[in-house]
């Protein structure tokens, strides 16, 4: 049930957005929940994923730039690197670098659209301390070439990276 409220707010957001062009474009997450939990795992190693499916919702929309992929405020997990990837060639997770895995980290345009094939996203995680590192869920904030407006995406990836002596436990 849509409140009246909210549908004020709405039609204020949509005056504005046609004020100053375009919005910017809906990036999507067309995937499912993933909870992603990586066993023994030092300090400050990298663990590249590389199975998140990005794409922009709108057609007319040529590219989003992703601005930045963080994990949420209180989380234990660094990510320290990220790029989009057109193909993954059969990339799932690997415990190496960014880079060392084939992806270059100064490419953050997403050029996929929904309606077709989706881009990926590849993030480079690790913990910085002693305890096992976590993040119930990635936070990219992407932009529209050229209008500087700034949208957040919160995408549900869960990530645990156990502590060699934690690795035992059920989820560390």
Known sequence: ???????????????????????????????????????????????????????????????????????????TLKISAFSVSDQMNGFGNDRVTLEAAGFDPARQELTRHCDDQPGWLVIEGSRSSEESASADELIVRYSSEGRGTESVLNIPYAIVLCAPEESEIDNC
């Open 1 to 75: 049930m849509i409140r009246k409220r909210h549908v004020l707010t709405v039609a204020v957001v949509g005056v504005l957005a046609g004020c100053q062009g375009s919005p910017p474009p809906q990036v999507e997450y067309p995937g499912t929940a993933v909870r992603s939990v990586i066993p023994d795992m030092s300090v400050h190693e990298a663990m590249t994923f590389g199975d998140i499916p990005l794409c922009i919702v709108d057609a007319q929309t040529p590219s989003a730039t992703i601005e930045s992929v963080e994990a949420p405020a209180g989380s």
